[in-house]
């Protein structure tokens, strides 16, 4: 498994990413994007995806934003998922925390031009 969490994005955008994986990784699991929180505190959007060697391939996903991602979980998993959102979006490292068995990444995804 690996848990995403978007931040620094509008709800729009974190249900596009979301949708993407879903179809990229398609899964029982409901994955939904909550109701933007009130006030004006920032959202952080987690799900948690079961990324296969057989994923459906996606193509670009249109973002009004720039959105944070960060993926957290076994090496393997991170790395499918990884491949997935840069079929879909323009994605740029921000850094990478690894484990001994799992790792951390944090991205930044953007419209795929």
Same mark, same amino acid.
């Given at each position: @498994? #690996? *848990? $995403?969490?978007?931040? =620094?994005?509008?709800?729009?955008?974190?249900?596009?990413?979301? =949708? @993407?994986?879903? *179809? %990229?990784?398609?899964?029982?699991?409901? #994955?939904? $994007?909550? /109701?933007?929180?009130?006030?004006?505190?920032?959202? $952080?959007? *987690?799900?948690?995806?079961?990324?296969?060697?057989?994923?459906?391939? *996606? =193509?670009? %996903?249109?973002?009004?934003?720039? #959105?944070? %991602?960060?993926?957290?979980?076994?090496? &393997?998993? $991170?790395? &499918?998922?990884?491949?997935? &959102?840069?079929?879909?979006?323009? #994605?740029? /490292?921000?850094?990478?925390?690894?484990?001994?068995?799992?790792? /951390?990444?944090?991205?930044? &995804? =953007? %419209?795929?031009?």
């Amino acid at each position: @498994m #690996v *848990t $995403v969490s978007l931040t =620094g994005t509008s709800r729009k955008d974190a249900a596009t990413v979301f =949708g @993407m994986l879903r *179809t %990229a990784f398609p899964t029982d699991l409901h #994955v939904g $994007v909550p /109701e933007d929180p009130p006030g004006s505190r920032p959202a $952080v959007w *987690t799900a948690e995806f079961a990324p296969a060697d057989d994923r459906i391939p *996606t =193509g670009p %996903a249109p973002l009004d934003g720039q #959105v944070s %991602a960060t993926l957290q979980g076994g090496c &393997l998993a $991170v790395d &499918l998922l990884r491949e997935a &959102l840069d079929a879909a979006f323009a #994605v740029q /490292e921000r850094g990478t925390a690894p484990g001994d068995q799992e790792k /951390e990444v944090d991205l930044r &995804l =953007g %419209a795929k031009r």
